[in-house]
């Protein structure tokens, strides 16, 4: 199985014809649906290849970048030339910690997007897991092409995979 962004009309269509009649009056929405289907790990959009996979020691200072090209991002984060050790500690951390895995996006050898997947369990909804999905950022000169929604569905992805009911953003 795997999730897919798909577009749906916002309110249920009773048959086929109410869909299309939805679809020309542009009444439709993004919502996310699970499909009998390999899981994508690598697409090409806007012909460009992209890979998406687990971030390593390497990709650190590309992320920390992420995540400071925005207005709150630059002022809470350090770009400098040398990696503040507090962020190599930090992946580390998440390395051991089952459940906290941190993802990127290359494309030509560049990371160009990342994210955070946390898989948390619970007590309620008899002892369901759920997926928190964190630190979305996707590279300035790259978005609007899709990488965002490549990404948020190989996370939802892989929290259906961890058995979670849930999937926050």
Known sequence: FTACVIWRPKRCAKNR???LSSLKTGNWTAVLQFEERIAMTSVTTNATPTLTRLATLNDLPEI???LADDELGSL????SNDLDPRY?????EMCAQIG???????????VIACLQLNIIPGISRLGAKRAQIEVVRVAFDHRH???GIQLITYAVERARIAGCS???L
């Open 166 to 168: 849930l999937v926050q």
């Open 76 to 79: 809470r984060e350090h770009t």
């Open 100 to 110: 906290n895995e941190l993802y990127v996006v290359e494309s030509a050898g560049r």
């Open 17 to 19: 014809r109410q869909e």
């Open 88 to 92: 190599v500690q930090a992946y580390y």
């Open 64 to 66: 920390v970048s992420l």
């Open 145 to 147: 092409g899709g990488i």
